[in-house]
């Protein structure tokens, strides 16, 4: 097949999952792009937050040195944008400097709702010792407080992905995490999945127990979101082509046992929130299938859908990211009035930039719909 021919049949088959095909006109507007540079191999996972200002502050894990490794010495970056997201300042400004062993990244920011500011983040110290962290800042994102960690009951690798964090409606904070083992040295990439939850504004958390699941299936980088019923919804990064869903009807204190949802997906995470101007779920992910073989488990393409049924259907599928080339993942949701920002990591395959570059893009909510 010719390069031309192969491009058209990649947009025109655009991975039909989620129960409709998707549009492949573009719907968004890339506002930023943090790119690897000298002493900066990689740029990855942030989160926004709005400022009492009106400015909206983006927090991305910029890695130094030579290695792209999740492992190389990082810390926490801001960048503002005073347009809500269509231009952002050119200079980074130090959020966290590298605390751990080996480095801080994956940040999740929320506005609580005593108006003050939390920051998690991971704090890396070794392929066994990986810890949420919480600090707070009651000047605007100005000055933040000590780090404390928010998983005293247990030792190990826990993965808590960027824009994770959530506040439920009655005020409890909850967050969900994968647990890495090394036995015998050797990491697994199969995690243990549990939540976290607060009921004193992070002083103190506890935990669920495990979230039951198939020995055989594979799970990492879980995420949250609360239903309108009061249900909170897991979605799962996982093996077998889809991603996996739990829930919980007691706040996040016990999860129903792993199931496939709709979504197809390869082992990549994905991102849901709630759209405020019209209460309906928004999903970004990989819409892929793997009926193309050119792509097959690759993180391409980066799609988003909407659910007016609480997660159970998904509609308006749109592809918004569609280079073959391109691998695409870890995304953070953030709405202004009529625009959604997606940050993300935006590489190439064939450059082995994977997670290297972070691209903010900014969609307009009424196209999502049309």
């Given at each position: 097949m010719t390069k031309p021919l192969f491009i058209l049949s990649f947009l025109l088959l655009a991975f039909g999952a989620a129960r409709a095909q998707p549009d492949t006109e573009s719907v968004g507007t890339v506002a930023l792009e943090l790119n690897p540079g000298d002493n900066n191999p990689r740029n990855s996972e942030g989160d926004f937050i709005t400022l009492k200002d009106g400015r909206i502050l983006f927090v991305y894990s910029h890695y130094t040195g030579g290695s792209t490794s999740d492992h190389a010495p990082a810390y926490l970056a801001g960048r503002f944008s005073k347009d809500g997201g269509k231009t952002w300042t050119?200079?980074?400004?130090?959020?966290?400097?590298?605390?751990?062993?080996?480095?801080?990244?994956?940040?999740?920011?929320?506005?609580?709702?005593?108006?003050?500011?939390?920051?998690?983040?991971?704090?890396?110290?070794?392929?066994?010792?990986?810890?949420?962290?919480?600090?707070?800042?009651?000047?605007?994102?100005?000055?933040?407080?000590?780090?404390?960690?928010?998983?005293?009951?247990?030792?190990?690798?826990?993965?808590?992905?960027?824009?994770?964090?959530?506040?439920?409606?009655?005020?409890?904070?909850?967050?969900?995490?994968?647990?890495?083992?090394?036995?015998?040295?050797?990491?697994?990439?199969?995690?243990?999945?549990?939540?976290?939850?607060?009921?004193?504004?992070?002083?103190?958390?506890?935990?669920?127990?495990?979230?039951?699941?198939?020995?055989?299936?594979?799970?990492?980088?879980?995420?949250?979101?609360?239903?309108?019923?009061?249900?909170?919804?897991?979605?799962?990064?996982?093996?077998?082509?889809?991603?996996?869903?739990?829930?919980?009807?007691?706040?996040?204190?016990s999860w129903s046992h792993v199931e496939q949802s709709t979504l197809k997906s390869p082992l990549s995470p994905a991102s849901i929130a709630r759209i405020p101007s019209t209460g309906d779920l928004l999903v970004v992910w990989n819409n892929n299938d793997g009926s193309i073989p050119a792509i097959k488990d690759k993180r391409t393409p980066l799609s988003v859908a909407i659910s007016k049924d609480d997660g159970k259907t998904w509609q308006h599928v749109r592809n918004i990211e569609t280079d073959p080339d391109g691998w695409y993942c870890y995304i953070a949701i953030h709405f202004t009035k009529k625009e959604a920002l997606l940050s993300y990591c935006a590489g190439s395959q064939k450059a082995k930039t994977h997670l290297s570059t972070t691209r903010i893009n900014r969609l307009n909510l009424a196209a999502l719909y049309q």
């Open positions: 050119q200079q980074d400004q130090l959020i966290v400097e590298k605390e751990g062993d080996m480095n801080v990244m994956s940040v999740s920011l929320l506005r609580l709702k005593n108006g003050k500011i939390a920051l998690f983040y991971l704090k890396k110290n070794s392929e066994q010792d990986c810890i949420p962290q919480m600090r707070i800042s009651t000047d605007e994102a100005k000055t933040w407080s000590k780090p404390t960690p928010c998983i005293t009951d247990r030792e190990g690798y826990f993965v808590l992905n960027n824009s994770r964090v959530i506040q439920l409606k009655n005020g409890r904070l909850l967050m969900a995490v994968a647990q890495h083992k090394s036995p015998g040295g050797k990491w697994q990439g199969n995690g243990t999945l549990y939540s976290y939850y607060s009921d004193d504004n992070g002083a103190t958390w506890k935990s669920s127990e495990a979230v039951p699941k198939p020995a055989d299936l594979v799970t990492q980088e879980p995420g949250l979101i609360e239903l309108k019923n009061g249900t909170i919804l897991m979605f799962i990064r996982a093996s077998g082509g889809f991603q996996q869903f739990s829930y919980s009807k007691d706040k996040g204190q």
